[in-house]
T-cell receptor, first 113, second 115 residues
Framework: AQKVTQAQTEISVVEKEDVTLDCVYETRDTTYYLFWYKQPPSGELVFLIRRNSFDEQNEISGRYSWNFQKSTSSFNFTITASQVVDSAVYFCALSELGTALIFGKGTTLSVSS | GAVVSQHPSWVICKSGTSVKIECRSLDFQATTMFWYRQFPKQSLMLMATSNEGSKATYEQGVEKDKFLINHASLTLSTLTVTSAHPEDSSFYIC???????????FGEGSRLTVL
């Protein structure tokens, strides 16, 4: 069965600090996809990244970076030099081929100025 | 990128009434659509998987007679909350898949408040 664990419920940082959001997943399939979404207070889900199980290359996009390690079943997300606008709930999600996304419980990030 | 649109964005209704939420894929054909529910400060929970032209598959614990899902075309799925009660107040989000293993796109969500 699929499972996504985001152990950090809430994180508070001060602007310009780096912050890492952890995500650990479980799946029996060899083909699967991992996602990160941002959900601001308005509620809509903002897509951040999708990774397939065969691509372990780390990714950097501006201040965002992702570290995918199959050996530890983790897909962690780091925000460098955090900003107040980064405050939101962040969800890690997993889908196996053709299935729905299963979400973790989310991590609420609060960035203060 | 592909767009999935939900309507209405928010709705307030009286207890006992039924509410219909639409999910449309605007620029692609969606063979499969998914419906999620999100209670305040909680995660998104999958309610059902909707395949065009066939009956929806509901997750355990979701009442299929209460949450009616219709996926009559490749661009439209509807969720009807029948005889709504205050405990059905929630944020409902749909997603649509492009093809069988393609990208998954989310709608903006519909916030239901039952008085």
């Amino acid at each position: 069965a699929q499972k996504v664990t985001q152990a950090q419920t809430e994180i508070s940082v001060v602007e310009k600090e780096d912050v890492t959001l952890d995500c650990v997943y479980e799946t029996r399939d060899t083909t699967y996809y991992l996602f990160w979404y941002k959900q601001p207070p308005s509620g809509e889900l903002v897509f951040l990244i999708r990774r397939n199980s065969f691509d372990e290359q780390n990714e950097i996009s501006g201040r965002y970076s992702w570290n995918f390690q199959k050996s530890t079943s983790s897909f962690n997300f780091t925000i460098t030099a955090s900003q107040v606008v980064d405050s939101a709930v962040y969800f890690c999600a997993l889908s196996e081929l053709g299935t729905a996304l299963i979400f973790g419980k989310g991590t609420t990030l609060s960035v203060s100025s | 990128g592909a767009v999935v649109s939900q309507h209405p964005s928010w709705v307030i209704c009286k207890s006992g009434t039924s509410v219909k939420i639409e999910c449309r894929s605007l620029d692609f054909q969606a063979t499969t659509m998914f419906w999620y529910r999100q209670f305040p400060k909680q995660s998104l929970m999958l309610m059902a998987t909707s395949n065009e032209g066939s009956k929806a598959t509901y997750e355990q614990g979701v009442e299929k007679d209460k949450f009616l899902i219709n996926h009559a075309s490749l661009t439209l799925s509807t969720l009807t909350v029948t005889s709504a009660h205050p405990e059905d107040s929630s944020f409902y989000i749909c997603s649509a898949r492009q093809g069988t293993a393609g990208e998954l796109f989310f709608g903006e969500g519909s916030r239901l408040t039952v008085l």
